[in-house]
């Protein structure tokens, strides 16, 4: 703990480069005169502190070398409290500061934020035009921060390469629809980390594409709800950020997690199909792929296989309708994917179940057993003799047609030509 006479010891050294404080309470807010404090201080952290208390002491930062500034304050400190200390930070911080952050310590101890942000406030941050990063936490709403406010801060911070306005909790309002990202990908490209609610209904189909290749790989959404089509947001962010790698969100819920996970799953398969072993921008075949049930995983299952298993299996799922070259470029792929295990066949299983286990490397189809044993199918000796059928493909689809996917009657038709 930092206290008013440890502040004022620390203030007159020469040498202080960083200065780290878990907690900050001065018990005074009143400072003498002091002569040219933190000369050399770059980085100053405070963990915990009153916002008076901080207030009272910015003015000793301003002639600092001051490039990093982060302050937590106490979950009890009131909305004038907050805007006094976000006015003091503007009006006294160095301009050449590199990177702002102010939030509170803890805010689950919130009930709720008492803060609203103003529009003003945030475009003041402007000044300060070598910023890279800014986040600003315990707003009760984000409504007066709006699209139009944001943008004029992203074009005001041409190095901003983080920032965040953080949604401490599904009940803090905003204005912010996914219509907002493109201005944002125009505005500034450099943006590698946005962290931001959106609200993902009406995803646009026609916006104007940016003069350079927005850098953004990862898109925190906080409390935003998943959309009712997960392939569109996909392949809208996809589109519009080729770089995104991460998307997070602050959910716990089951429901949600697994829909953003489904989400952040279609981007890493787009990002993989334009930026493969071939050279060639994939994500094109997309829905093709989609509607033949392949995705990332089954793409990884095939890194597995043999090469001219891969080709003939891309050729039984996609011919005619992907191109021959094509195919080979999505065969390139998978060969960049290949791990350097050896790839090994076996022809030999004890039994159905160790066969479904494993019809082609890593890959299970032990959920249709059942649908085996229904059918009759039930004995290896059985799969051995159906394998050499000459009209196994249309037996197959047949007897599997209604329970396994596209993906999974290639992999197990394959299966049963190996034995």
């Known amino acids: 703990m930092c206290n008013r006479n440890g502040l004022s010891l620390?203030?007159?050294?020469?040498?202080?480069?960083?200065?780290?404080?878990?907690?900050?309470?001065?018990?005074?807010?009143?400072?003498?005169?002091?002569?040219?404090?933190?000369?050399?201080?770059?980085?100053?952290?405070v963990k915990e502190c009153s916002a008076p208390d901080m207030t009272v002491i910015l003015p000793l930062l301003t002639n600092s070398s001051l490039l990093v500034f982060h302050c937590l304050l106490l979950a009890q400190t009131t909305a004038r409290e907050y805007d006094a200390?976000?006015?003091?930070?503007?009006?006294?911080?160095p301009i050449p500061l590199q990177t702002f952050k102010l939030g509170y310590k803890n805010s689950d101890e919130l009930l709720p934020p008492a803060?609203?942000?103003?529009?003003?406030?945030?475009?003041?941050?402007?000044?300060?035009?070598?910023?890279?990063?800014?986040?600003?936490?315990?707003a009760a709403q984000l409504t007066q921060i709006t699209p139009d406010v944001l943008i004029s801060l992203l074009a005001s911070l041409t190095l901003l390469t983080q920032l965040e306005l953080l949604q401490e909790s599904p009940r803090v309002h905003h204005l912010y629809t996914c219509s907002l990202l493109p201005r944002v990908a125009a505005t500034a490209p450099q943006l590698i980390e946005l962290r931001i609610p959106f609200v993902?209904?009406?995803?646009?189909?026609?916006?104007?594409?940016?003069?350079?290749?927005?850098?953004?790989?990862?898109?925190?959404?906080?409390?935003s709800r998943p959309p009712q089509d997960p392939q569109q947001l996909a392949i809208f962010l996809h589109h519009l950020f080729p770089r995104l790698e991460h998307l997070l969100t602050l959910w716990d819920e089951d429901d949600h997690l697994r829909a953003?996970?489904?989400?952040?799953?279609?981007?890493?398969?787009?990002?993989?199909?334009?930026?493969n072993k071939s050279g060639?921008?994939?994500?094109?075949?997309?829905?093709?792929?989609?509607?033949?049930?392949?995705?990332?995983?089954?793409?990884?299952?095939?890194?597995?296989?043999?090469?001219?298993?891969?080709?003939?299996?891309?050729?039984?799922?996609?011919?005619?309708?992907i191109p021959l070259f094509f195919q080979m470029c999505l065969a390139k792929a998978i060969e960049g994917l290949r791990d350097q295990l050896t790839w090994r066949s076996s022809s030999t299983f004890?039994?159905?179940?160790?066969?479904?286990?494993?019809?082609?490397?890593?890959?299970?189809?032990?959920?249709?057993?059942?649908?085996?044993?229904?059918?009759?199918?039930?004995?290896?000796?059985?799969?051995?003799?159906?394998?050499?059928?000459?009209?196994?493909?249309?037996?197959?689809?047949?007897?599997?047609?209604?329970?396994?996917?596209?993906?999974?009657?290639?992999?197990?038709?394959?299966?049963?030509?190996?034995?």
Request: with cysteine; hydrophobic share 45%.
């Open 10 to 45: 620390l203030a007159a050294s020469q040498n202080l480069v960083q200065l780290h404080i878990l907690r900050f309470y001065p018990g005074s807010r009143v400072y003498s005169a002091m002569n040219s404090p933190f000369p050399q201080l770059i980085e100053f952290v």
């Open 85 to 93: 200390l976000l006015e003091a930070a503007i009006n006294y911080l």
């Open 115 to 138: 803060w609203t942000p103003r529009g003003l406030e945030i475009l003041s941050l402007g000044r300060f035009s070598l910023l890279s990063s800014i986040s600003i936490g315990g």
């Open 200 to 223: 993902f209904d009406g995803i646009p189909t026609n916006y104007p594409p940016p003069l350079a290749v927005p850098q953004l790989g990862v898109l925190s959404v906080e409390y």
């Open 260 to 275: 953003w996970d489904a989400i952040e799953a279609r981007l890493d398969f787009l990002r993989l199909l334009d930026d």
């Open 280 to 321: 060639v921008r994939l994500a094109s075949l997309y829905p093709l792929l989609a509607g033949a049930d392949v995705g990332l995983k089954q793409l990884y299952s095939m890194t597995h296989w043999s090469p001219e298993d891969c080709r003939s299996a891309l050729a039984d799922l996609f011919s005619p309708c």
């Open 350 to 419: 004890a039994d159905l179940q160790s066969f479904l286990a494993a019809p082609m490397p890593c890959v299970r189809l032990t959920h249709s057993l059942h649908e085996f044993n229904v059918v009759g199918l039930r004995t290896m000796e059985d799969l051995k003799a159906f394998s050499q059928w000459e009209d196994l493909g249309e037996r197959l689809e047949e007897l599997f047609g209604n329970h396994l996917t596209r993906f999974e009657m290639t992999t197990l038709k394959m299966g049963l030509k190996r034995l």
